[in-house]
Every structure is written in C-alpha cells, then in structure tokens.
C-alpha cells in the first residue's frame, strides 16, 4: 500500500509539473501574441498598408547637390544633430563629436584644398574611365563649389577610438534621414574631408591626430531634388 501511495503522489507531482509547464508555455504564446498585435496595431495606426513615415523618408530622401543659399535656422541644425547623436554605437562609445562650419570664409579656404586633392585621387579615372572624368572635370570647371555644392551648412562628423568606423556613419544616416523629415537637402561628401594637410583649417575643427573625419554632411534648402535612381533588387538568402 505504501508504495502505491507512493507511486500516487510521485504521478500527481509529474501531472501537476505538466500542468505548470503547459500553463508557462500558454503565457509565453500569449504574451508573443500579445506582442504581435500591438506590433500590428501600432502599425495601423502609423499607416496601416501605406509606408510609415520613417519608410518614406528612407524612399524618398535623395542626394541632394542644389542649395538654396537661404540660412538654416540654428534650431534645426541643432536638431538634426541630435537625432545623430542618437545613432546606435559600438558599447554605446558614442565616438563622434560635430563641427558645423556656416562661416563664408573657412567655406571658400575649404574649396581651395579640397579641390586640388580631389584631382588627384580622381587621376586614375582618366585612363579607366575617359568619359566619365571628362564629365567630372566638366562639372568642375562650371561649379564655383563642385565639393560642398555652396550647401549653407557642412557638418563634419569627427570620430574617434575602436567603434568609429562602426557607428559614424549611422550618426551620419541619422542626420540625413532626419534632414529630410525637415524639409531639408543633404548629401555625404566624401571629398569634402580632404582638408587634413591644411593646419588652418584642421586647427578650426580642432582636428587632433587619432581623430578621423565622417562625411562632412552638407545640408541645407534644395534649390533641384533629383529624380531616384534606379535601384537593384536586394540579394536576400533565406534560410
């Protein structure tokens, strides 16, 4: 009889753990449930079938190269950099620093450098790509700008330590993405950061040497928003 009893119990415990682990498993599945219809819901009440305004803006931002020379106001600026500030970063270091720079006269010194260094790099285009550098060296000679586009405002993104190269360029997406969202034109100038062998103007950003320039972002009112470029299908593997 003992034994029997025993046997009793040790099965109750069994049903009961059973029963305790099918209740657990119920939650979870409800509460993924849960979360998969305020997930949706959210996304109703965001657009529903059409594109959520953060899509729209990826969709629809362009490169922008014809400004305006209207000012943009200060706290626009100022906002546009905090939503870079608020990129992801490696460990969350937050490597960067901005400088933005809307002086006429460091704008003029920072065409003088950039353009005879641009040159050079594009030197190989010459014998690899006759056309496309006589279309560039065209454009050069017909711009008064052919590096910052005279955008009113160019926004050095400094980084530095381990997870810049990470994380910079995201402040930088951040900042174009959030441009746009306000009515405003950007581009990534990657010629725009061939400034570093003029001293006076490192010494304005207050470049030091373990620091790396990202961007700069120009930005500014669009004179001319250019149509989309055509874009290829995305590789996706699924497994």
């Known amino acids: 009889m003992p034994n029997s009893v025993t046997k009793a119990n040790?099965?109750?415990e069994k049903t009961f753990d059973s029963v305790d682990k099918l209740i657990l498993l119920v939650d979870k599945e409800l509460n993924i449930l849960n979360c998969n219809r305020n997930c949706e819901e959210n996304f109703?009440?965001?657009?529903?079938?059409?594109?959520?305004?953060?899509?729209?803006?990826?969709?629809?931002?362009r490169s922008v190269r014809e400004y305006e020379s209207k000012k943009v106001p200060k706290d626009m600026i100022n906002a546009i950099i905090e939503a870079g500030n608020e990129a992801p970063s490696g460990m969350n270091s937050q490597p960067w620093r901005f400088v933005v720079v809307e002086d006429e006269a460091l704008h003029k010194k920072m065409i003088e450098t950039t353009v005879p260094n641009a040159k050079k790099i594009l030197e190989h285009v010459k014998t690899s790509n006759p056309d496309r550098y006589q279309l560039i060296m065209k454009r050069y000679e017909e711009l008064e700008d052919p590096i910052y586009y005279s955008a009113p405002v160019i926004v050095f993104v400094v980084g530095?330590?381990?997870?810049?190269?990470?994380?910079?360029?995201?402040a930088c997406m951040n900042m174009m993405l959030?441009?746009?969202?306000?009515g405003l034109g950007?581009?990534?100038?990657?010629?725009?950061s061939l400034v570093t062998d003029n001293k006076e103007i490192t010494d304005s950003l207050e470049l030091k040497e373990d620091e790396k320039i990202f961007g700069p972002i120009i930005m500014g009112?669009?004179?001319?928003?250019?149509?989309?470029?055509?874009?290829?299908a995305?590789?996706?593997k699924w497994l």
């Open 10 to 12: 040790a099965d109750c």
């Open 44 to 61: 109703r009440l965001r657009g529903g079938d059409e594109m959520t305004q953060i899509l729209k803006s990826i969709n629809e931002r």
């Open 160 to 170: 530095k330590g381990p997870y810049a190269d990470m994380s910079c360029p995201l």
């Open 178 to 182: 959030a441009a746009f969202s306000l």
């Open 186 to 192: 950007s581009c990534w100038v990657q010629f725009g």
């Open 221 to 232: 009112y669009p004179r001319n928003i250019p149509e989309p470029p055509e874009k290829r």
């Open 234 to 236: 995305p590789d996706i």
